[in-house]
């Protein structure tokens, strides 16, 4: 429960593949569209936080620890 009706989809898999790369660093909003979506299909940014949003309501919320961190005008990153 609590997904919101998100689905892990290629999408949501790939955004945990992107934060999961870069290790500690930060990825920009920017970085994760053009690894998930590709140049292509490269949504709006609000959808990068959408889809962030969606992974933190099915990873985070049963953790007293959050695992994936905004970084306030940077991105996000993934703790360890």
Known sequence: GGGGGWRRGAQ?????GVLRGVGAGVVGREGVRDQVWGD?????SIVVDIYVR???QKVDNSHPVKLI????????????
């Open 12 to 16: 949501g898999v790939g955004l945990v």
């Open 54 to 56: 969606c992974l933190r």
């Open 69 to 80: 961190k905004t970084v306030r005008s940077v991105g996000y990153v993934l703790r360890p």
């Open 40 to 44: 292509a299909a490269a949504p709006a």
